[in-house]
């Protein structure tokens, strides 16, 4: 007779597994595989990507079935008076699966919801859409009265505005979930807060959230109105172990935001900003656990925020995007980052732009000497080759492309080959037409013949070489050194 699996080691097996059929299949095993796979499956209904296939977004819908088999009885009379037929699912359910949640997509209610309840509303085709949309909001707070009733805990929480042609007018019905009695256990523990454009009220959202939640790790947030910034701003001041922070907003008056950003400096990991005012004269004193800074389009204005800059000891990997107006890029602002950071910096990600004067390039040269990934857009040929020529030992990826002007492939590649490091194993290029002679001197001064599979060349042609490909002699080489190629087409635009 087999030995049965320990339950723990059959936990951490199935938790791996990422196909909900492979999931679903595991129940059929026995009656103790089932035991252990239900609640493993039923964390994801609610948590899952937004799936656009209509089949099987209708099978995912089938979940708010199993949600109606599980009310109490005062839940299902209400949901019959409000003309739902519930005889397709019958009460007592075989398991308690809302007590199983995990993760909870608002979204994905309110779609599930919608789908469903076409086969359940009673005269639905008769129907006005007003009545329609009152009876799936009753269903949805039924739905979050049972989650909260019966889950432990959530440890993701996604909120984002629901789809027009799904609802009217969801967010009274989602403000109230918080108020609900159980709301305060099964939101305490969360971990990971994901808002994008909400509009409803945000301020009477997170008033009763705050008050539960200030031990969230994670905040991914998208910003659409002025009037989201204050509240949201006292949200984050009151967590107390926020480790990754992600704000996106449409160029909104951010001065308020940026205290509740400066408020978790001793917990910060990481910070993305995106469109969002950085402009800080005060001192703000060390982030001193944030490792990345990812910074895009944010506006910056010449030397406004070098104390901002200048509190960023130990980061190790930087990404910084300007806009397209050059007058809002801030060189004194990357110069200061880069200089602070030091040898610290393990990954750059820089658009150059066009119009500035290099110092930004000269700063990389001479602070970031241990940097292992490198990626620059809007170098010239002369400055790719001095990156090759400032022995940077523990590079190990480079991503370059030479915007603005159509250089000559072949001899950036010859050029290149003679100061390429055997420790560099990835380089990305955007360039044009070269000849297999090129290519081989490159990976002559790179690596040993059939020693390169360590080794990856990945070439984006430019808009004029779109029409470029591989003769079987580029083939040769290639298979001689055994360097991993790929070439792709890559417009200007996209770079």
Same mark, same amino acid.
């Given at each position: 007779?087999?030995?049965?699996?320990?339950?723990?080691?059959?936990?951490?097996?199935?938790?791996?597994?990422?196909?909900?059929?492979?999931?679903?299949?595991?129940?059929?095993?026995?009656?103790?595989?089932?035991?252990?796979?239900?609640?493993?499956?039923?964390?994801?209904?609610?948590?899952?990507?937004?799936?656009?296939?209509?089949?099987?977004?209708?099978?995912?819908? &089938?979940?708010?079935?199993?949600?109606?088999?599980?009310?109490?009885?005062?839940?299902?009379?209400?949901?019959?008076?409000?003309?739902?037929? &519930?005889?397709?699912?019958?009460?007592?359910?075989?398991?308690?699966?809302?007590?199983?949640?995990?993760?909870?997509?608002?979204?994905?209610?309110?779609?599930?919801?919608?789908?469903?309840?076409?086969?359940?509303?009673?005269?639905?085709?008769?129907?006005?859409?007003?009545?329609?949309?009152?009876?799936?909001?009753?269903?949805?707070?039924?739905?979050?009265?049972?989650?909260?009733?019966?889950?432990?805990?959530?440890?993701?929480?996604?909120?984002?505005? +629901?789809?027009?042609?799904?609802?009217?007018?969801?967010?009274?019905?989602?403000?109230?979930?918080?108020?609900?009695?159980?709301?305060?256990?099964?939101?305490?523990?969360?971990?990971?807060?994901?808002?994008?454009?909400?509009?409803?009220?945000?301020?009477?959202?997170?008033?009763?959230?705050? &008050?539960?939640?200030?031990?969230?790790?994670?905040?991914?947030?998208?910003?659409?109105?002025?009037?989201?910034?204050?509240?949201?701003?006292?949200?984050?001041?009151?967590?107390?172990?926020?480790?990754?922070?992600?704000?996106?907003?449409?160029?909104?008056?951010?001065?308020?935001?940026?205290?509740?950003?400066?408020?978790?400096?001793?917990?910060?990991?990481?910070?993305?900003?995106?469109? +969002?005012?950085?402009?800080?004269?005060?001192?703000?004193?060390?982030?001193?656990?944030?490792?990345?800074?990812?910074?895009?389009?944010?506006?910056?204005?010449?030397?406004?925020?070098?104390?901002?800059?200048?509190?960023?000891?130990?980061?190790?990997?930087?990404?910084?995007?300007?806009?397209?107006?050059?007058?809002?890029?801030?060189?004194?602002? +990357?110069?200061?980052?880069?200089?602070?950071?030091?040898?610290?910096?393990?990954?750059?990600?820089?658009?150059?732009?066009?119009?500035?004067?290099?110092?930004?390039?000269?700063?990389?040269?001479?602070?970031?000497?241990?940097?292992?990934?490198?990626?620059?857009?809007?170098?010239?040929?002369?400055?790719?080759?001095?990156?090759?020529?400032?022995?940077?030992?523990?590079?190990?990826?480079?991503?370059?492309?030479?915007?603005?002007?159509?250089?000559?492939?072949?001899?950036?590649?010859?050029?290149?080959?003679?100061?390429?490091?055997?420790?560099?194993?990835?380089?990305?290029?955007?360039?044009?037409?070269?000849?297999?002679?090129?290519?081989?001197?490159?990976?002559?001064?790179?690596?040993?013949?059939?020693?390169?599979?360590?080794?990856?060349?990945?070439?984006?042609?430019?808009?004029?070489?779109?029409?470029?490909?591989?003769?079987?002699?580029?083939?040769?080489?290639?298979?001689?050194?055994?360097?991993?190629?790929?070439?792709?087409?890559?417009?200007?635009?996209?770079?």
């Amino acid at each position: 007779m087999a030995t049965k699996v320990s339950t723990e080691i059959l936990i951490m097996i199935l938790n791996n597994v990422q196909s909900t059929q492979d999931l679903h299949s595991s129940l059929l095993v026995n009656r103790y595989w089932c035991k252990v796979t239900i609640p493993i499956l039923w964390k994801l209904p609610l948590g899952q990507e937004y799936c656009t296939n209509d089949k099987k977004l209708r099978k995912k819908a &089938l979940c708010i079935r199993t949600y109606l088999s599980c009310m109490n009885t005062s839940s299902r009379t209400l949901l019959t008076q409000f003309g739902l037929d &519930l005889s397709s699912s019958p009460p007592q359910a075989t398991f308690n699966y809302p007590s199983f949640t995990r993760k909870f997509i608002i979204n994905n209610l309110v779609n599930f919801i919608s789908l469903y309840s076409q086969q359940i509303i009673i005269g639905y085709n008769c129907t006005s859409n007003y009545k329609k949309s009152t009876r799936s909001k009753k269903i949805f707070r039924e739905i979050c009265k049972l989650i909260m009733n019966r889950c432990s805990f959530l440890d993701y929480f996604e909120l984002a505005s +629901v789809p027009e042609k799904f609802s009217i007018n969801y967010s009274d019905s989602i403000n109230s979930i918080f108020k609900l009695p159980g709301a305060p256990k099964v939101f305490k523990k969360l971990e990971s807060f994901i808002f994008e454009y909400y509009e409803g009220s945000f301020n009477e959202l997170c008033e009763p959230l705050k &008050l539960i939640c200030d031990n969230i790790l994670n905040m991914d947030l998208k910003l659409s109105s002025q009037d989201q910034v204050q509240p949201l701003a006292r949200f984050i001041n009151v967590q107390k172990r926020l480790e990754n922070l992600s704000i996106v907003t449409n160029y909104l008056d951010c001065h308020l935001l940026l205290w509740g950003i400066i408020s978790q400096k001793e917990t910060l990991k990481s910070l993305r900003l995106e469109s +969002v005012g950085l402009n800080w004269k005060s001192s703000i004193g060390q982030f001193i656990s944030l490792q990345e800074l990812y910074i895009r389009n944010c506006g910056l204005h010449k030397s406004e925020s070098l104390s901002f800059a200048s509190s960023f000891t130990q980061l190790s990997s930087f990404h910084y995007f300007h806009s397209s107006n050059p007058y809002k890029y801030s060189q004194e602002f +990357v110069i200061k980052v880069l200089e602070t950071a030091n040898t610290n910096l393990k990954n750059i990600c820089l658009d150059l732009h066009p119009t500035i004067t290099f110092d930004t390039f000269s700063a990389i040269l001479n602070y970031c000497t241990k940097i292992t990934k490198l990626t620059l857009y809007g170098l010239s040929p002369e400055q790719a080759i001095t990156i090759f020529n400032n022995d940077f030992n523990e590079l190990r990826r480079f991503s370059f492309d030479c915007r603005g002007e159509e250089f000559d492939a072949n001899n950036l590649l010859c050029r290149m080959a003679k100061n390429v490091s055997e420790s560099l194993e990835n380089i990305e290029i955007r360039m044009g037409i070269f000849s297999a002679d090129s290519l081989r001197k490159f990976f002559e001064g790179w690596c040993c013949k059939g020693r390169g599979g360590n080794k990856k060349f990945i070439v984006k042609r430019t808009e004029l070489a779109r029409l470029f490909i591989l003769s079987n002699e580029h083939f040769k080489v290639i298979e001689e050194y055994g360097v991993q190629f790929d070439m792709e087409r890559m417009s200007i635009e996209n770079m």
